[in-house]
């Protein structure tokens, strides 16, 4: 049977029989579950990923967010993270490498991310970094290759690549491919169906929606995510709570309709953006669907995020704008919530290291949220006018 998205995020995995009627699925705040014999509770505990049996493994208000999530990705199974994204990540990691593992890194990485995988060099494990153009993909891949890992769109400049072409080379060589699809959300990019072994995802971010919660998602294959479950996940211990679960899964609800509202505010923006003098470029995937043909097949739509590179702009200049705006609050997180948000890199000791990296001093990331196109515009306008 299948579902569309929009009633995996309605209803899929919900039975409000099994609840008393309640519509809303009650929040099971417990941290473990009793039995009614000794027997009942030794049999559960030999498969603890399937049973509830205490809430480091799973628990019911987690699980319903776990199996809307797995639908949504078309993946067989999912399990949810607390400390968000980056306890996804690293359960991945920590997972899946060995001593004496190389990483290929694709795009421009989650800082953190980056951070962890150098950290891991403690441990023998090597990387290397491959930027969206893919062109030196083959020279970097070892022997010992265990796994490539994705961000498309990047972080910060919202590179995008072609993942067929990542995933049907790892096959061919046996390496295990991971993306991170937090910028897209899968309402607007389903990278299993593309051939990736797993989905990760920054909960914290749309699928929350509401800036009030922390959560990380692994997607894959039951084989995966069960030793993922086995180590990762129930040994490093990030378990998702259950009222946290209840607020993901209260804003998935409304997680397709959101994403329509934070394109089209968004699309407006870049409009709006385009027109400035000020500016020397804006990065975003909308804006470069002619250049890559496989992101008609690859991405449904364009959430909110994005950059631009103020002209000639160094710390003090950016600086000035992100204080001169008023509506989008200023804040470390793209936050992905109904709030539109500004960040940039630069700061005041950083800026040679950023041009060695490729990104522009002047660089501003905005996540546009619900406000509404009219609203944000013109606080950027007066923006401009001020900093003129
Ligand atoms: N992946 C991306 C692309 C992110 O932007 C972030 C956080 O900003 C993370 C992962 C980490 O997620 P969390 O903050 O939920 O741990």
Same mark, same amino acid.
Not at 243 to 254: C, S
Not at 311 to 339: K, M, P, Q, T
Not at 350 to 365: A, D, K, T, V
């Given at each position: 049977?299948?579902?569309?998205?929009?009633?995996?995020?309605?209803?899929?995995? +919900?039975?409000?029989?099994?609840?008393?009627?309640?519509?809303?699925?009650?929040?099971?705040?417990? %941290?473990?579950? /009793?039995?009614?014999?000794?027997?009942?509770?030794?049999?559960?505990?030999?498969?603890?990923? +399937?049973?509830?049996?205490?809430?480091?493994?799973?628990?019911?208000?987690?699980?319903?967010?776990?199996?809307?999530?797995? @639908? $949504?990705?078309?993946?067989?199974?999912?399990?949810?993270?607390?400390?968000?994204?980056?306890?996804?990540?690293?359960?991945?990691?920590?997972?899946?490498?060995?001593?004496?593992?190389?990483?290929?890194?694709?795009?421009?990485?989650?800082?953190?991310?980056?951070? $962890?995988?150098?950290?891991?060099?403690?441990?023998?494990?090597?990387?290397?970094?491959?930027?969206?153009?893919?062109?030196?993909?083959?020279?970097?891949?070892?022997?010992?290759?265990?796994?490539?890992?994705?961000? %498309?769109?990047?972080?910060?400049?919202?590179?995008?690549?072609?993942?067929?072409?990542?995933?049907?080379?790892?096959?061919?060589?046996?390496?295990?491919?991971?993306?991170?699809?937090?910028?897209?959300?899968?309402?607007?990019?389903?990278?299993?169906?593309?051939? #990736?072994?797993?989905?990760?995802?920054?909960?914290?971010?749309?699928?929350?929606?509401?800036?009030?919660?922390?959560?990380?998602?692994?997607?894959?294959?039951? @084989?995966?995510?069960?030793?993922?479950?086995?180590?990762?996940?129930?040994?490093?211990?990030?378990?998702?709570?259950?009222?946290?679960?209840?607020?993901?899964?209260?804003?998935?609800?409304?997680?397709?309709?959101?994403?329509?509202?934070?394109?089209?505010?968004?699309?407006?923006?870049?409009?709006?953006?385009?027109?400035?003098?000020?500016? @020397?470029?804006?990065?975003?995937?909308?804006?470069?669907?002619?250049?890559?043909?496989?992101?008609?097949?690859?991405?449904?739509?364009? %959430?909110?995020?994005?950059?631009?590179?103020?002209?000639? @702009?160094?710390?003090?200049?950016?600086?000035?704008?992100?204080?001169?705006?008023?509506?989008?609050?200023?804040?470390?997180?793209?936050?992905?919530?109904?709030?539109?948000?500004?960040?940039?890199?630069?700061?005041?000791?950083?800026?040679?290291?950023?041009?060695?990296?490729?990104?522009?001093?002047?660089?501003?990331?905005?996540?546009?949220?619900? +406000?509404? /196109?009219?609203?944000?515009?013109?606080?950027? +306008?007066?923006? #401009?006018?001020?900093?003129?």
């Amino acid at each position: 049977m299948t579902y569309t998205d929009e009633e995996i995020c309605t209803h899929f995995g +919900e039975d409000p029989q099994i609840y008393n009627g309640a519509i809303s699925p009650p929040i099971y705040q417990t %941290s473990l579950f /009793a039995f009614r014999n000794f027997k009942e509770f030794i049999d559960a505990q030999k498969l603890e990923r +399937e049973n509830y049996v205490y809430s480091r493994g799973v628990n019911p208000t987690v699980n319903i967010l776990e199996k809307k999530l797995a @639908a $949504l990705e078309k993946g067989e199974k999912c399990k949810c993270f607390s400390s968000g994204g980056m306890g996804a990540i690293s359960a991945v990691f920590f997972t899946l490498l060995n001593s004496g593992d190389h990483v290929v890194l694709i795009n421009n990485i989650y800082g953190p991310t980056t951070q $962890l995988i150098n950290y891991l060099s403690k441990f023998n494990i090597t990387y290397s970094f491959v930027d969206h153009h893919l062109t030196d993909i083959h020279e970097v891949i070892k022997d010992n290759t265990k796994l490539i890992y994705v961000e %498309s769109p990047g972080t910060m400049l919202m590179k995008v690549v072609d993942l067929q072409a990542i995933t049907q080379l790892a096959k061919t060589k046996g390496i295990i491919t991971a993306i991170d699809n937090t910028w897209s959300t899968p309402i607007f990019q389903k990278p299993l169906t593309l051939g #990736f072994d797993l989905s990760i995802h920054s909960l914290t971010k749309y699928i929350g929606g509401h800036s009030d919660v922390i959560g990380g998602a692994v997607v894959g294959n039951h @084989a995966l995510v069960d030793e993922i479950f086995e180590y990762g996940y129930q040994l490093n211990g990030a378990v998702l709570g259950a009222h946290d679960a209840f607020l993901i899964n209260r804003g998935l609800r409304t997680l397709p309709l959101r994403l329509k509202q934070h394109q089209k505010n968004a699309l407006k923006v870049i409009d709006y953006l385009s027109s400035k003098q000020e500016i @020397a470029n804006i990065y975003h995937p909308s804006l470069v669907k002619e250049d890559y043909p496989f992101l008609e097949k690859q991405m449904k739509g364009y %959430s909110g995020l994005l950059s631009f590179e103020l002209r000639n @702009a160094h710390f003090e200049s950016v600086s000035r704008f992100i204080d001169a705006l008023s509506l989008f609050e200023i804040g470390v997180s793209w936050g992905g919530g109904y709030e539109s948000l500004v960040t940039a890199p630069v700061k005041d000791d950083n800026e040679e290291q950023l041009i060695e990296n490729g990104i522009s001093p002047g660089l501003i990331r905005l996540s546009i949220g619900l +406000e509404g /196109a009219e609203l944000q515009i013109n606080d950027l +306008e007066q923006a #401009f006018h001020q900093i003129k």
